[in-house]
């Protein structure tokens, strides 16, 4: 069975509610999914937009996610996280969610999920680039999630 990442806010390539981005609450998106990999260790999410004016645009970073869960809630937060879970940096250097907010056009959110062989080290709130390098060798499987969002 795949790893399949799947949200009850959107579907897959649908546009992503304003609850969810600059313009609504800024609040993340519940996340479901399921099909993880025999001797997952470990899951971690990275949420981008590669389509932004400069750059791929980071929003988010969660690692150290537990094998066993099965998603993560609507307004996720650092309070919420369960034992070992670890936030990275977005591109405006925090660590949580940051919504979606294009400066023109219509721009899909990529919501990436990895499963892991291992459980990361503490990273000290890791950028993508920094948590990519320490996932490299170690990704089990993946799954991704594409929303789309434009602002009025």
Known sequence: MPMIIKSPSFKQDGDLPVRHTCDGL???PM????GVPEGTKS????????D????????????NIPADSKGLPE??????????????????????????????GKHPYFFKLYALDIVL???NRPSKVVLEKA???HILGSSELIGQYQRK
């Open 26 to 28: 800024d609040i993340s």
């Open 31 to 34: 996340l479901e999914w399921s």
């Open 43 to 50: 899951l971690a999410l990275v949420v981008d937009d590669p």
């Open 52 to 63: 932004a004016p400069r750059m791929s645009w980071v929003h988010w970073v969660v690692y």
């Open 75 to 104: 307004t996720f937060t650092a309070e919420g996280l369960r034992s070992g879970t670890m936030q990275g940096l977005n591109d405006r250097q925090r660590s949580g969610y940051q919504g979606p907010c294009p400066p023109v």
């Open 121 to 123: 080290p503490d990273l």
């Open 135 to 137: 996932m490299h060798g």
